[in-house]
């Protein structure tokens, strides 16, 4: 039955953002707060990007909660890596063990959102038909979580099974036999290519843009590892809240050309082999901003590929030229180049000849046709900004959110934005979010947000909202500061180059995470500055 209630606030979302969310503010703050979430189960990202290979390409015993030391302790990580089902699995064990599911509505997608100036309240409306109040209205959707679906003529028709990294089926699909299309090389794409070529009966990948891929060389943890994560939890989650990236490191203060050729190359050689992201700041501090020493460790990686792929061919088409190493996000793998060495494994460029329809048996390109029995694509997402304009959420006057980024998104801190009073954006764009280890990420927001109801609740304010200057200002700096960052340098999903007619800009803020903690503290600290707090502005 369709409910009409009133809540201190409304989370939408229970992946990683939204249970600590829930958490936080109901178990510390001690508010009446309801999560709606669009799944039949939690765990958001880890919920729905269930294809096969999806694994974390973070590390384990940093891509955790760290807010509860007895959780940390009691959870045993099986290696590096997670695979999805772990993740869902800790997931799940966070909402038992913190009794979050009896807060949490599932299968419930808020559609819409609306601010009423004189009640001082959001409305809130779903899919089931539920109209409720909340005074906060606090996302927790994710910066990758609307499914980008190509619009690609005939998609359709198709006769086939056509599936999407990004929803992916519960129940397990099996393509023994099959003659399977990959669609998308990022990094959802870069982990189902070598588990779906080790099924079906012929892969076909079509490739637009190669990407930069480094080995993950996933192991399994012995209960010595786990041992030594636990006793060092402490140090390992306050570098966490202190590195540039949210990272346990930091980066080595060493520049590519300050070492002789044959050491750099070893360094490059340590890297390649211990593997994961550290191979872009772990050996040299300048390869994301010297482009001289980017392309250093840019044909180093071009390379291995070289060494790897047997067919020249397939090899050059693999490697990524035009663009710098790091400039989109770096995807890292188990055994993908080494899959094109497979009799079962095509690769086709459809940069060159691009995709010109799907037909009722496969896939056109512009110069050939291929007979697929099913599709999987893997075509990442209107990252950032998509989830939060595909509800209808209406901020003062009825502005809609879609319509006041429609040049691009502005915000204030990535938590507020101007005209949307009491709506909190947890890593919303213009925070660091994805350039930061996401759990590091959500919970700085989730604690900052927390605090700053605290504080209104104790200066009996019921209203909080960023100024149009503050906001301007802010978002001048996050251009800034993305414009001269290598991330500029590229057409990703970073900048929304992935999506036709997005305003390019670069998105996350650029600035690392110690300028931008200072500064969330430093606008607390003041009392709110840049907001306007029940009418009078900070
Ligand atoms: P993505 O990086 O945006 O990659 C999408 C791929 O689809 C790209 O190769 C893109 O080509 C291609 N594509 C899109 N539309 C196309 C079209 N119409 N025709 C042909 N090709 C098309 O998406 P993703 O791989 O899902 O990854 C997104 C992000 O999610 C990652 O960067 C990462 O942050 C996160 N992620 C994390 C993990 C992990 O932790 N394990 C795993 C997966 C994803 P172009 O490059 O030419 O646009």
Redesign the pocket.
Known sequence: MAEEYDFDVVVVGAGFAGLYALHKFRDELHLNVRVYEAGDGVGGTWFW?RYPG?????ESYYYCYSFSPELAQEWEWSGRYPEQPEIERYLNHVADRFELRRDIQLSTRVTAAAFDDEATRWTIRTDRGDTVTARFLVTAVGC?SAP?V???PGLDDFAGDVYF??KWPREPVDFTGQRVGL?????????ATPEIAAQAAHLTV????P?FSIPARHKAFLSEDQAKIKDGYDEIFALTRESFAGFPFHPVDRKTMSVPEDERQAILDGLWEEGGFKFLWGGFVDLTRDPEANEIASEYIRNKIRETVKDPETAELLCPKGYPYGA??P?IDTDYYETFNRDNVTLVD??AA??EAITPTGLRTMTAEYELDALVF????D?MTGALTRMDIRGTGGVALADAWSDGPRTYLGLQVAGFPNLFTITGPGSPS?LLNMPVAIEQHVDWIAECIEYLREHGCSRIEATEAAQEAWAEHVAEVGEASLFARA???YVG??IPGKPRVVMPYAGGQPMYRERCEAVRDAGYEGFVLDGAAR
Do not use: E, H, Y
Request: proline residues 7%.
């Open positions: 990007n999806a694994r974390c390409d973070s990758l980008n190509p619009d690609i990294t990004a669609v998308g090389t990022g990094s959802s794409g870069i982990q079509f490739q637009r843009t990407n989109k996000r995807p459809v940069s691009p995709i893997a075509t990442g997402f990252a994805v057409n990703s999903w180059a992935n």
